[in-house]
């Protein structure tokens, strides 16, 4: 495979589920982010990871849990989400984070639905 | 406040009928502009990067331009191939990446 891969593609689930978003990466990127998407809004950026680090929360509710345990993989942990969390959250990947004139390349995203 | 606006918001073309779209952006020290393209249901995929005033970039019937205060895609006879959201983002001296809104294109056989 090559890019970026995010499953699950679908997610529903209620406000007092657990569930987790993946990311993979095979470009040999360093950086890796999450973003959240909503319609008619910009792409907002949640967390940035760079060499496995976090460097970035944008002040992400609690109940938003990312982990990043390689620069390859990156995770979204999920826990009593509000139905104002629905959104296409997308995962993104760059050389380094510092390198911010570098593009970065993102997935295809999860189209997450709170009932 | 590093912004990026672009307009606008929304542009139906006939097959053929070359247009437009704008980015403009103010940022403190910019690192890169950025153009990608979203179709429904996809992540953005990436087209251009610009650096610098006066740059251009070309890709099929794409070509992007900038100046110190705003960038173009400039789309040459368009396909319905063509139609999708394109969203133009900054990279800024604090090491982020600050996206407009997009442009949804829609390009009518």
């Known amino acids: 495979e090559t890019g970026v891969t995010q499953t699950p593609r679908h997610l529903v689930m209620g406000m007092t589920n657990k569930k987790s978003l993946k990311c993979e990466q095979h470009?040999?990127?360093?950086?890796m982010y999450w973003y959240k998407q909503s319609a008619k809004k910009p792409l907002e950026l949640m967390f940035v990871?760079?060499?496995?680090?976090?460097?970035e929360n944008n002040s992400v509710p609690s109940r938003f849990s990312p982990e990043c345990p390689n620069s390859s993989h990156l995770f979204l942990h999920l826990h009593t989400l509000q139905p104002e969390d629905s959104a296409l959250y997308l995962c993104?990947?760059?050389?380094?984070?510092?390198?911010?004139?570098?593009?970065?390349?993102f997935g295809d995203g999860t189209r997450l639905s709170i009932l | 406040e590093d912004q990026v606006t672009q307009s606008p918001e929304a542009l139906r073309l006939q097959e053929g009928e070359s247009s437009s779209l704008n980015c403009s952006y103010t940022?403190?020290?910019?690192?890169?502009l950025f153009w990608y393209r979203q179709d429904p249901g996809k992540g953005p995929e990436f087209l251009f990067t610009?650096?610098?005033a006066g740059e251009e970039k070309e890709k099929e019937r794409l070509k992007a331009t900038l100046t110190k205060k705003e960038s173009f895609l400039h789309i040459t006879a368009p396909k319905p191939e063509d139609s999708a959201t394109y969203l133009c983002?900054?990279?800024?001296?604090?090491?982020?990446?600050?996206f407009g809104t997009g442009t949804r294109l829609l390009v009518s056989p």
């Open positions: 993104a990947s760059s050389q380094d984070r510092d390198r911010v004139s570098q593009p970065q390349h």
């Open positions: 470009l040999g990127h360093n950086a």
């Open positions: 990871y760079n060499f496995k680090e976090q460097t």
């Open positions: 940022v403190s020290g910019l690192r890169g």
């Open positions: 610009l650096y610098s």
């Open positions: 983002a900054v990279g800024s001296g604090f090491q982020k990446l600050v």
